[in-house]
């Protein structure tokens, strides 16, 4: 199986707009049973072709990296925080900060 994958490129010269298109193949084997569930991917209309399903995964990769270094950046921001004393005061005055409620 073959997937192309491209990134676009736009250049002005003069009065001219210029679209570049770069592409990277890549070939890869995949088992029977996942190129079966690949091609129910796309007859079942989610994804219009192989490519298509695999930059869908290369997207959600990235989607899903990017999340975890901004959740490690604010763990890490609240371990370098002051500690606060946490009591039911303060965890109602979150909740009304929260849904709005502000009393």
């Keep these: 199986m073959v997937c ?3 990134s676009t490129n736009a250049k002005i010269i003069g009065s001219n707009l210029l679209i570049l298109k770069r592409f990277m193949n890549v070939s890869f084997p995949i088992p029977k ?3 079966s ?3 129910g991917q796309i007859q079942s209309g989610t994804y219009n072709t192989v490519a298509d399903y695999f930059l869908a995964l290369l997207n959600q990769d990235r989607q899903r990296k990017d999340a975890q270094a901004k959740l490690v950046s604010l763990l890490q921001e609240g371990l370098n925080s002051e500690p606060e004393l946490v009591t039911s005061a303060y ?5 009304s900060s929260v849904l ?3 009393q």
């Design 91 to 95: 965890w109602q005055d979150l909740r």
């Design 4 to 6: 192309s994958c491209f």
């Design 33 to 35: 049973e996942l190129e």
């Design 100 to 102: 709005g409620t502000e």
């Design 37 to 39: 569930y690949v091609q």
